[in-house]
């Protein structure tokens, strides 16, 4: 019954986490990156307000659920691929938090109605590739996990 539910938790969780990712990244990044510097500091302060704390905590109960997972599946086979789809997660987490969030905090720091400050560098590339990574890992956290609850 307890596996049921986590397996329900891992499953739900990698989804949503690569879902949300990937439509992210096919839909806002290439908005994001087609508007004016200023446009782009105000959609992304209005874009990413609600994200915290609802993602860090998908993320981080899937993973644990994962790692919970593959730490009491009975096959060697099944908890070896829960237990890298833990790892995937954590990764994403890792990605989101010691990458991408430094970036966020830099843009939310500016004042949308004031001027660039003249040493403002554009973060938008480098916010894409890591978000990027953590797209793959998240996909294929989702696809690890889902292979796993099927075998």
């Not at 990712?21 to 908005?31: E, F, H, N, Q």
């Not at 403002?120 to 889902?146: K, S």
Request: aromatic share 4%; proline share 7%.
């Amino acid at each position: 019954m307890l596996d049921n539910a986590l397996g329900v938790v891992a499953l739900s969780g990698s989804g949503i986490t690569a879902g949300v990712l990937l439509a992210v990244a096919i839909s806002i990044v290439p908005a994001l990156r087609a508007v004016s510097p200023p446009l782009y500091v105000r959609m992304h302060q209005l874009l990413g307000r609600n994200w915290d704390p609802v993602m860090p905590l998908i993320v981080l109960t899937s993973a644990a659920a994962s790692l919970t997972l593959g730490v009491i599946a009975d096959e060697s086979g099944t908890r070896a691929l829960f237990l890298c789809g833990a790892v995937l997660l954590v990764g994403v987490s890792g990605v989101s938090h010691l990458l991408n969030v430094p970036l966020n905090r830099q843009v939310k720091s500016l004042d949308p109605d004031a001027p660039l400050p003249a040493d403002w560098r554009d973060p938008r590339a480098e916010w894409r590739r890591w978000h990027l990574l953590r797209t793959v890992l998240a996909i294929a956290a989702v696809l690890v996990n889902t292979t796993a609850a099927v075998m």
